[in-house]
Every structure is written in C-alpha cells, then in structure tokens.
C-alpha cells in the first residue's frame, strides 16, 4: 500500500491550493481517506476525512475554506484549500483507514503517505 500526496507549495494568504492523494497497492473505495497536517513543533492535528459513502468532517479551523472528495476510481482523495492563512502552514499528511467510521485520531489510520508541505507567506 502506497499513498502519494502532491500539491503543496508557496501560496500568499488569501490564494488556494489542491492537494491530491494517490493510493496503491488495492482498492481503497470502502476506506475512510483523511488529510491531517502537522505545523512546526506541534503534533499532528486531523483536518479533514471523507468516508466511503460520501460522508465528510472538518475541523473546525478549516470548516468552510476546505473542501474534501475522493475519486474512487482514481483511488485518489483531493482537499481544495481556500482563503489560506498563515496558520495553515504545516506539512500534510494523507492517511487511509480500513475499517470503522470517520476518525479524527491519527493513530486510528492505518497507511500513511510521505507528507506535502504547504507553507502561506507574503
């Protein structure tokens, strides 16, 4: 199993950015795929997960300016970021849960992909 994230970069506070997250290795259309990030020197924090039924929660920081899909054919899962602030900066992470509901405990997450860095800068 293989998750592959892409889509970081420099943006200016106000820009947006997709992320995108391949999986390899088996189908992963009856998996919950998630988004967390981790900000330099803090823990990595959920952001956003969307179950296999379509099913989606955000943090609270993000409710709103995020939006999470996933394309199952394409055992791939995207996070459309608006209104980026500078407190979004962090390096994300896409993970994968095989069984159960919708977590927003990264330990419940059973693949994880290398990690994409987003960093919101004038």
């Known amino acids: 199993v293989q998750l592959q994230a892409s889509g970081g970069g420099l943006v200016q506070p106000g820009g947006s950015l997709r992320l995108s997250c391949a999986a390899s290795?088996?189908?992963?259309?009856?998996?919950?795929m998630a988004w967390f990030r981790q900000a330099p020197g803090k823990e990595r924090a959920f952001v956003s997960a969307i179950g296999w039924v379509g099913d989606k929660r955000y943090a609270e920081s993000v409710d709103g300016r995020f939006t999470i899909s996933r394309d199952n054919a394409k055992n791939t899962v995207y996070l459309q970021m608006k209104k980026l602030k500078s407190e979004d900066t962090a390096v994300y992470y896409c993970a994968v849960r095989n069984r159960g509901g919708i977590s927003t405990i990264a330990y419940e997450y059973d693949n994880w992909g290398q990690g994409t860095l987003v960093t919101v800068s004038s």
């Open positions: 290795g088996r189908t992963f259309s009856r998996d919950v």
